[in-house]
Structures are given as structure tokens and as C-alpha cells.
């Protein structure tokens, strides 16, 4: 079993709509939790950083941790074109594990 | 604004070639990766450097070695290419290893034919 656990999709929405991305975890010692954006051709960036549990706003985009579940949300309102990338999900600390990434597709 | 370079965004080479690939950051960072990504397996870390001249291994150091001389530089070397490591290399640097924000370089497509 991989430590995290990430669907590769491919997603394909409409514009405007709301996407839910998901990782899933095994190791109980990751504290830090991230979402990198990565378009084509171009190296990630980071979108989203999250210590612990709860809720993280950032305009358009909200990140959620459940510890107890040990699974990672990440929610995009108001889907545009320009959000058609792929995204991965990474926690940490000690080490950094990276999910394997889900492409996504927001079609206008 | 931050910056991760890579020297080549694409390169092909031969079976048996030893390939360097080098990656620079403007950032004054202490700690800087290399990466590969393939499809469905996410980015896997190669090794990693915390320091000048310090060096750890990744998860997945086999048939690649490092060089760190100077703190902006980090260089990932194949001894040996083989088929089996035709991916895309990703660099990254960060102020702190693991918990911090990682800045990656836009990548090197390598291709071992």
C-alpha cells in the first residue's frame, strides 16, 4: 500500500463548477499538508499549506485535513479554464510524500 | 521573485552515457532536492542536500549520484544512463526540509534510448 493514495482522474468538469480532490494517507505521523498546481510542462507550485486538522480559505479554493480519517480535501469553487492542471497532493514532516497527482480539465 | 533553474528542459542520451543534470536557485536555500515524476507515481525523491557538500538519499537513489560544491547548485548525475530512467527530473529548494514550501524548477525531460 502507498503511503498516499491519490486518484490520477483524469477530471473533467464544466466552468463554474465546484471540484473536490482527495488524497488519502496511511502514515499517522504527517503533520504538514500541501496542494502543489502544476501545469503542463512547468514544475509545481504551491497552492495550499495546511498544519494539523481543520479548514484553510484562499479565495476560490479551501483546503481540508481530517486526521482521523487521514484523508485531504481539496475544493475549487467556481471552476475556471485557467485551473486545468494537474494536482498533487504532499505532506510531511520527516519526509515528504507526494500523492501521485490528479489531472484536472475545466472545459469552458 | 524566486527562481529554480534547470540547465535543459529536454535531453535525449544514449544506454551507458553519463548524464548531468544541474539545477540553480537564487533563494539563499540550504536544502534542495532532485525528483523524478512519472505517470501514476508521483514525484519520487532521488536524494537530497540540507548543506554544502552534505548529502541524503532519497527513496529511489540507485544508478544516480549528487554534487553540491556551492549552496546555489545541486547537481544530479547519472553514472550510467539506462532506459529505465527516462523521466522528468524535477529540482526543488526550501528553506526548511519537509515542512516548508518546496520551489521547484520547471523540470528535464530525459529520454535513455
Known amino acids: 500500500q502507498k503511503e498516499v493514495e491519490q486518484d490520477p482522474g483524469p477530471l473533467s468538469v464544466p466552468e463554474g463548477a465546484i471540484v473536490s480532490l482527495n488524497c488519502t494517507y496511511s502514515?499517522?505521523?504527517?503533520?504538514?499538508f500541501m496542494w502543489y498546481r502544476q501545469y503542463s510542462r512547468k514544475g509545481p507550485e504551491l497552492l495550499m499549506y495546511t498544519y494539523s486538522s481543520g479548514n484553510k480559505e484562499d479565495g476560490r479554493f479551501t483546503a481540508q485535513v481530517d486526521k482521523s480519517s487521514k484523508y485531504i480535501s481539496l475544493f475549487i469553487r467556481d471552476s475556471q479554464p485557467s485551473d486545468s492542471a494537474t494536482y498533487l497532493c504532499?505532506?510531511?514532516?520527516?519526509?515528504?510524500?507526494f500523492g501521485a497527482g490528479t489531472r484536472l480539465t475545466v472545459k469552458p | 521573485d524566486v527562481k529554480v533553474t534547470q540547465s535543459s528542459r529536454y535531453l535525449v542520451k544514449r544506454t551507458g552515457e553519463k548524464v548531468f543534470l544541474e539545477c540553480v536557485q537564487d533563494m539563499d536555500h540550504e536544502n534542495m532536492f532532485w525528483y523524478r515524476q512519472d505517470p501514476g507515481l508521483g514525484l519520487r525523491l532521488i536524494y537530497f542536500s540540507y548543506d554544502v557538500k552534505m548529502k541524503e538519499k532519497g527513496d529511489i537513489p540507485e544508478g544516480y549520484s549528487v554534487s553540491r560544491e556551492k549552496k546555489e547548485r545541486f547537481s544530479l548525475i547519472l553514472e550510467s544512463a539506462s532506459t529505465n530512467q527516462t523521466s522528468m527530473y524535477l529540482c526543488a529548494s526550501s528553506l526548511i526540509p519537509f515542512t516548508d514550501t518546496q520551489y521547484f524548477g520547471p523540470g528535464t525531460r530525459l529520454t535513455v534510448l
Open positions: 504532499a505532506m510531511g514532516p520527516s519526509d515528504m510524500r
Open positions: 502514515n499517522s505521523a504527517f503533520q504538514y
